[in-house]
């Protein structure tokens, strides 16, 4: 990853393209009984432009890297401006913290997801549990599959789409890069 200039120059979206990293933090690297890829694929159609400036890059080792070493994990993780938690991640895994602190060092646009897979009678319960990690504007619960694809959809095309937020894309680039410099 590297800081762009402020005057430089994109090319045309088909010859150069902007990655959009995806990470998925979740044991079964999976979205509500579906692969991210899948789920990508269902949404990325839906885009305006999306073929033309956006590459979509789902890094599925979120978790692991969290597992390892939460304070390198930000390094990799920070890189990817959308985020897809499983909340038994955060819950279960001990590493609600670790989260806390990582969410918390996330530059304005990047969108966390925590995605609560379990029957409705306990969202309540994982939403308590789940309170000190979610209070970050950049945090949204989701709820079901078609929240979740609703969501990654509007955050691709409106605020991570170079065709319509350029210099959104541009500032959260520059965020990340200086957050990583300042590590280290």
Sequence with gaps: MEKYAED?????PDKKPH??????????????GDDLESILNEITPKISGYEETIVADPHGEGLDLMRDDPVEAETTILKSSLWLVHHECIIEDGLKDDFRRAINATPPRTHVCILIDAPESEHEE?????DEVTDSQNVFTVKS???LRNSIR????M???PKRGKEEVIEWNNN????????S
Excluded: H, W
């Design 8 to 12: 430089r120059e994109f090319g045309p």
């Design 176 to 183: 990340v890069c200086d957050l990583i410099d300042a590590r």
């Design 159 to 161: 605020s991570a789409n």
């Design 19 to 32: 990655n959009e990293g995806i990470c998925l933090f979740s044991d079964s690297k999976s979205c509500y």
């Design 154 to 157: 509007q955050y691709l095309d």
């Design 145 to 147: 599959k078609p929240v």
């Design 126 to 130: 994982i939403e308590e549990d789940l």
